[in-house]
Each structure stands twice: as C-alpha cells, then as structure tokens.
C-alpha cells in the first residue's frame, strides 16, 4: 500500500524527531549517571573525612577533639570552633575534690592535710576544704590556744570532684 507523499514525509519526519528524542535521553542519562557518581564520592569524602582529609587540611582541634567534614567535633565538656573552650568545673580541671569536718564536739580543731595546715574546725560546726584527689593523712589537733590537748589521725580518699567526709566526735 503506498503512502499520500505527505504522509510519507511527516512519517520519515517523526521517525527523525524520535530517534533524535533517544539519542538525548540516552545522553541525558550518561550525564546524571556521571553527577551521581561524583556526587556519590564527594559525600563519601565528607562523611569518612580524617584529620589528614581535603576538608580538615588547616583545621586544629583542641582539647581531643577530632575533625570531622572540616568542622570539629568537641569532647564533653569542650565547645568553641577548634573546642577551644573548657566548660568543665573547676574540680575536674584542677583534679580536686573536698573534704568536709564536721566537729560534733564542744571543743575547736586545728586541721591539717598531708602535713600542712588547712584551717580550723570550730566547735559544732562543719568545715571544708579543697584538696587534690587521692588518698589525704588527715591529722587534727585539739588546742585551747595554751597547749595541745589531744591529736586524732585519720585517712581519706578524696575523689575528684567528690566530697568526703570526717567526723570528729
């Protein structure tokens, strides 16, 4: 059966139009496959990103903290951009903790800690101090400013950021 010549025309015409639709889809989708690709190895880079890593070249964390994406990730108790910032309490900073007296006598008490004096107990009162954690000779010593009436010796294990105490009775 042959074809108006028209028609003829506007077929081979659609044919073209077609094959050329293809050929761009096919092209179209070689181009996103290469996109996806990059952008797959990029968020790869991002996420396992080391220290040594393109993105954290130049990027100094402090206080332990690690770079992670060209940003640093801080440890408990740090924040700032490089967790330059110590935001922890002074006992954990220091390692210290506190030792507390509590006098339950009538009588007042020099108080001394690994040989150095501390302060002074006074009579039914509590007493405290700051010292480094570990273990502490405690020694206190009853005085009524004449001479020295009695002296008691006791041990301790001051924790950090803890507080212990020791009653004198």
Known sequence: MKRHPRSQLLFELLKKVFRLVVFLTQKFLQQMKKLFLILAI??????????????????????????????????A????????????????????????????????????????YVGWAYEWSVFSFT????????????????????????SVDVAKCASRTIYIN
């Open 131 to 154: 010292i480094q954690s570990g273990n502490k000779n405690i020694v206190y010593v009853q005085t009524d400013f004449v001479f020295t009436a009695e002296e008691k010796y006791g």
């Open 42 to 75: 990029v968020g790869v880079m991002m996420s396992g990103c080391k220290k040594d890593g393109i993105f954290c070249e130049g990027v100094n964390c402090l206080n332990g903290g690690s770079c992670k994406g060209g940003v640093c990730d801080c440890p």
């Open 77 to 116: 108790g740090f924040s700032g951009e490089f967790c330059e910032n110590d935001n922890r309490p002074a006992c954990e900073k220091n390692n210290t903790g506190t030792v507390l007296i509590s006098n339950n006598t009538n009588d007042d008490w020099n108080i001394y800690a690994n040989g150095v």
